[in-house]
Structure formats: structure tokens, C-alpha cells
């Protein structure tokens, strides 16, 4: 994973912790907040995976469901767990497994995939602007077309691994990771993966979509980690990146958009439930996390999504930290940060011409946001990055900064939220047609929720408290004795 130099981000981090004004002016003092501050890695979840019967993984495993894995394959072989993969079981990984590495120790490309694929031939049946797909642009066309489709497919079937009900997934020493794995979880209840640190997937084989967006947008197909119908789940001090393959690094594609190549680094979907993800590292990445996978997906993620996000750090994490439909999403502690000048991934909001932001609230979504901490730097830096809205209505933060000072969430979720709705009313009329519903909603910060209603946590208010604990505690080799 790269380490990047942050000097004006490291100003400004030094006058948060030790200036005596800005955020320390408007926080407690430090003898309320050291009552709160975490002192020790907790062995059980806070937050919303402790619902429902609660989340413990492994817990109560027999001896021989007790497994340490090198390699991808005895990771297979331990999720099935001897044949009753439902069966509680406790799977340490050592080391670094490749998804792409054969049984045999042998690291697959591309053409082994689909041998024969050309990305550029590829982009060629799509035209120099990239509008139209034709089988008969080039002689070549039809065979990139079916090459992409069987190359993708049998990518899948390599780097997919699936994680069954009761099971804990702990990484063991320093340098525990998945690379290149696209683990899923399907349908399966009560797990526990922590101590782990993911380097997001590269698709051999992305899609170009003209219709995606104003000028066409690029797709790929494999997260880092995908819940699907997932409950009672535990992610903590993990952490997700693209690693040594970022997107500044890939191809140039139509319009002048680099070829993406990763999908998210950790999606939930398809009615998840009961999730908590807490003192992990989401970095470098484009397309980060994200929350429901569509507006129309309400009959499946409505009366679901209940997630909790706490001390988690998110750097230049161009979008998606996370983006919520339909859930019932509590954030509180994190510690976002980001730079409109990063080389790779900038953090440019709407306010600078861009699409980056950090809070996305989507159509259903109840967020609530409580002491987050945002930090920026770079020409134009500004609150803007903070949330945006997409067709989301009820939204409420409390306890927000932004470069040290106190920052109205509320206010800024609102302003985008009415601009939105008050635009989409507008095409409705302009074409005779009746406006979309949620457009007619008024904004609110009542969200119908309330977290300490729900269970039971102590936020810190001060923000560099929780620029501390974050930096110190969140990521992979912080757990000092082994779990379950």
C-alpha cells in the first residue's frame, strides 16, 4: 500500500492536536474526552452487529474447524470446512494470498483469462468517440465482444471465494492480506473478518458503457469485498485500497477518462443487515463503498441496511464513504481526508466542477452523523466535499468539523438536496410530465431513528481525540491478542 506525504495536511493535523484555538477551542476539554478515548482493542462490536442475536463469528469452534492459511487455495478449502461450511469456524490467514495464484503457484493474466483479449481493439469497436458498439467496425469486433464476456467469467470463477454463515476470518502478524481477491459474502450470517488488509481486485475485462453519464463511463465487476443478503456481520481493523495498481495509472480511454479497472472496495446490498465496520482504512480508491445497489431496489433494502461506521479513516477516497439508499446508516468518530490536488485521487467537490464528496445520502437513506471529523487541503478546498445528496431527504449531523472548525452538515445537505429537487421539478415541467416523487419531499432532519435509542456507545466530541484514536488504532496489526 502506498504511504503518500501529506505537509499541508501535516500543518494542519499538527494544529488540530496541539494549537490551543480551533477544534480544541469548541471540544471538551481533554480530561472529558480521555473517559471515551478507546484504551484497548474490544473483542465484540459496537454498534448495529450487535442486533438481532449478535455477531460472534466463530466463536465455539471445534479443533479442526480451526484453520491457518498461505494460500489461496487452503483458503478455499477452509471456508468449506471440511464439508459443513455452515459450521462454526475460525480461519487465520498468514501472509499474502493472491486470488489470481493457481493451485499450483502460478500468478494468471489476462491471456490466460481469454487469450487473444485486447483492451485497445477492445475500445477500437466502439468508435474514436466511444458512442456506438459495432460487430462490424472492425473484423476483430465480434471476437473482443465474446473474449471480454468468457475472459470476465472465468477472472470471476479464479478470484471469487465466499465466506459461509459463523465464520471468523482473522489475519495474523503484519502482513496478513487478500490481493486481488473478490470475497463475497452471499446470503451468510453472523461473521467476523478483521486484522485483514485488502487490495481491491483489477478486472482484466472492464465494460465501456456510452449511455453511463454525460459522456460514457467505464465499469468493472469485482469489489474487494461484496455482502450480499449479508446480517450480523463485523468488519474491523481492516483495510481496503487499490494498492499498486491505482487508476492514474491505467490506460487512457475514450474522452480522456482512464480505463477503471476496480469496482468498489466494500459493497452491501440486497437487504444486508445488522453490519458494523469499525477502526478500518479505506484509501486510494475511486468508487469506495456503497450502501444499496439502486433506487429501484426499495422492495428488497427497505426495513434493512442497518450499518454503523465508527473510527474508521477514509483517505482520498474520491467518492462513496459511503453512498446509502434506503438504510438506516449511523457514522460517528470517522476521520475523513483528502486533497483537491492529489495526483491520483483528488477530492474535488461540486463546488470545484467535480463529483467527489464523502456522505452521499440516497433515495430512503437515513444517515446520521455524529462528531465526524473532515480535513481538506489544496486550491478551493471547502465544506462542500463533505455530503451530497442523491434524492435523499432526511439526513442529521451533529458535532461535525471540517479543518478544524465546526461545520453545519445539515445546512449543506439541505442546499443540495432543494437544488436537486427544485431542477428535477423543473425538466418535469418543462416536459409536461409529473415530477419524480422524491422530488416533492421536503427535507428533514429527522431521519425517524435514533442510534442511542438503539444500542449503546460512547462517541468522542473533540476532534483531534478522534483524529488520535483514528490514526493510532484504525487499520490491520493493531489487535494484540488473537480473538476467538
Not at 293 to 321: E, P, V, W, Y
Not at 367 to 377: A, C, G, L, N
Request: net charge positive; proline share 6%.
Amino acid at each position: 500500500m502506498r504511504r503518500r506525504a501529506y505537509p499541508a495536511a501535516a500543518a494542519l493535523l499538527c494544529a488540530l492536536l496541539g494549537a490551543p484555538g480551533g477544534a480544541a477551542a469548541a471540544a471538551p476539554s481533554a480530561a472529558a474526552t480521555s473517559a471515551v478515548a478507546p484504551s484497548a482493542v474490544p473483542d465484540r462490536p459496537t454498534g448495529w452487529a450487535t442486533a438481532g442475536p449478535g455477531t460472534t463469528g466463530g466463536a465455539g469452534a471445534a479443533p479442526d474447524s480451526v484453520h491457518v492459511v498461505r494460500t489461496r487455495a487452503e483458503l478455499k478449502a477452509a471456508l468449506a470446512n471440511h464439508g459443513d461450511p455452515a459450521a462454526p469456524k475460525v480461519i487465520r490467514v498468514r501472509g499474502h494470498l493472491n486470488g489470481n495464484e493457481t493451485d499450483d503457484g502460478r500468478l494468471l493474466g489476462a491471456q490466460d483469462y481469454a487469450p487473444g483479449w485486447d483492451l485497445r481493439r477492445y475500445m477500437d469497436c466502439f468508435g474514436p468517440d466511444g458512442t456506438s458498439w459495432s460487430d462490424d467496425r472492425y473484423e476483430w469486433c465480434k471476437r473482443m465482444r465474446t473474449l471480454r464476456v468468457t475472459g470476465s467469467n472465468a477472472q470471476k470463477q479464479q478470484i471469487q471465494l465466499t465466506v459461509p454463515s459463523n465464520t471468523t476470518l482473522l489475519g495474523t502478524g503484519r502482513d496478513a492480506a487478500l490481493l486481488g481477491v473478490y470475497l463475497t459474502v452471499n446470503t451468510g450470517r453472523n461473521i467476523v473478518i478483521r486484522n485483514l488488509r485488502f487490495e481491491a481486485p483489477t478486472d482484466h475485462f472492464p465494460s465501456w458503457d456510452p449511455g453511463d453519464g454525460a459522456t460514457g463511463a467505464w465499469n468493472a465487476r469485482f469489489d474487494a469485498l461484496s455482502i450480499v443478503t449479508g446480517a450480523n456481520i463485523w468488519i474491523d481493523h481492516c483495510a481496503f485500497s487499490d494498492g499498486r495498481y491505482p487508476t492514474s495509472r491505467a490506460t487512457v480511454g475514450f474522452h480522456g477518462k482512464r480505463v477503471e479497472h476496480h469496482d468498489g472496495l466494500l459493497d452491501m446490498e440486497d437487504g444486508t443487515d445488522f453490519v458494523t465496520v469499525s477502526y478500518s482504512r479505506f484509501s486510494d480508491h475511486e468508487k469506495t463503498l456503497l450502501i444499496g445497489s439502486g433506487d429501484g431496489k426499495g422492495d428488497r433494502d427497505r426495513g434493512h441496511l442497518r450499518i454503523t461506521f465508527h473510527h474508521n479513516l477514509f483517505s482520498d477516497t474520491a467518492q462513496r464513504s459511503p453512498r446509502v439508499r434506503f438504510g438506516q446508516v449511523h457514522t460517528y468518530n470517522n476521520y475523513f481526508r483528502g486533497s483537491t490536488d492529489d495526483p491520483d485521487y483528488p477530492m474535488r467537490g461540486q463546488a470545484l466542477g467535480g463529483s467527489s464528496y464523502f456522505l452521499g445520502a440516497g433515495l430512503e437513506s437515513k444517515i446520521v452523523s455524529e462528531y465526524d471529523v473532515f480535513t481538506q487541503t489544496g486550491p478551493g478546498a471547502s465544506p462542500d466535499i463533505t455530503v451530497t445528496t442523491f434524492h435523499g431527504h432526511q439526513f442529521s449531523a451533529t458535532g461535525a468539523s471540517y479543518n478544524g472548525r465546526r461545520v453545519d452538515l445539515n445546512r449543506i445537505a439541505r442546499a443540495k438536496f432543494e437544488t436537486e429537487a427544485a431542477k428535477a421539478r423543473a425538466e418535469a415541467e418543462s416536459t409536461g410530465t409529473p415530477p419524480p416523487e422524491w422530488a416533492l419531499r421536503t427535507f428533514t432532519t429527522d431521519t425517524g431513528w435514533t442510534p442511542a435509542a438503539t444500542y449503546p456507545y460512547r462517541p468522542q466530541h473533540s476532534p483531534r481525540a478522534v483524529i488520535r484514536t483514528v490514526l493510532r488504532e484504525a487499520g490491520p496489526s493493531l489487535i494484540r491478542t488473537a480473538w476467538r
